[in-house]
Every structure is written in structure tokens, then in C-alpha cells.
């Protein structure tokens, strides 16, 4: 069974800068492809970021490139996501994802980003 536990959320200024961290079980987490998804109220699922397996291909839209890095520890089955620049629109809850799109089904259970002054 896939257990994606993520943490690191929280509120924050515009400008300021949070790192999520996903701990990953029950599949082979070195050899997936993941993904970091976000979804704001009433809005469809958008990924902010994802990597391959082996961690040398990385994907972000124009919305957050620049801004997010995604990273994972092959060793440890853990998925980062360093976020900075953080802008309002960025409140989400966002989730680690298996990377399955479009629906990315296999998720956690989500950790809440608020930007806001």
C-alpha cells in the first residue's frame, strides 16, 4: 500500500520561504517518478513540481520555476520541496504525489501552505 506522509507546512509571509518533506512507503519510492501537487478550494489539481526517479530530470510550470526546487533522498525515501518567493497565489494544500497525472491519485493526506500579510 502507498503511504505518502508530508510536513513542513504553514503560514507565511508573501516573500518568505517554506520546505515541505514527504516520507515515502509501501512502493519503490527510488525507482518512481514523483510529484509535488497543489490544489486551491473549487480548483483542479495543478503539479508545481516533478522528478524522476533517478533524480537528474526535473519538471515545474512558468508559475513557480524560479521559485520551487524539488529534491529527493533516494536513501532515506524521502521527497523536499523548497519553496521561496512565496507569493499569495501559492496557497494551496499541497500534496507528494506518485506521478500519475492527470489525476495524481496516490497522494498524502496534504499539508496546508497560506501566504498572507
Known amino acids: 500500500e502507498v503511504q505518502l506522509v508530508e510536513s513542513g507546512g504553514g503560514s507565511v509571509q508573501p516573500g518568505g520561504s517554506l520546505r515541505l518533506s514527504c516520507e515515502a512507503s509501501?512502493?519503490?519510492?527510488?525507482?518512481?517518478?514523483m510529484s509535488w501537487v497543489r490544489q486551491r478550494p473549487g480548483q483542479a489539481v495543478e503539479a508545481v513540481a516533478t522528478m524522476t526517479a533517478s533524480g537528474r530530470g526535473t519538471y515545474y510550470p512558468d508559475s513557480v520555476k524560479g521559485r520551487f526546487t524539488i529534491s529527493r533522498d533516494n536513501t532515506k525515501n524521502i521527497l523536499y520541496l523548497q519553496m521561496n518567493s512565496l507569493r499569495t497565489e501559492d496557497t494551496a494544500m499541497y500534496y507528494c504525489a506518485t506521478h500519475r497525472p492527470p489525476q495524481y491519485a496516490e497522494r498524502g493526506q496534504g499539508t496546508l501552505v497560506t501566504v498572507s500579510s
Open positions: 509501501g512502493f519503490p519510492f527510488s525507482s518512481s517518478s
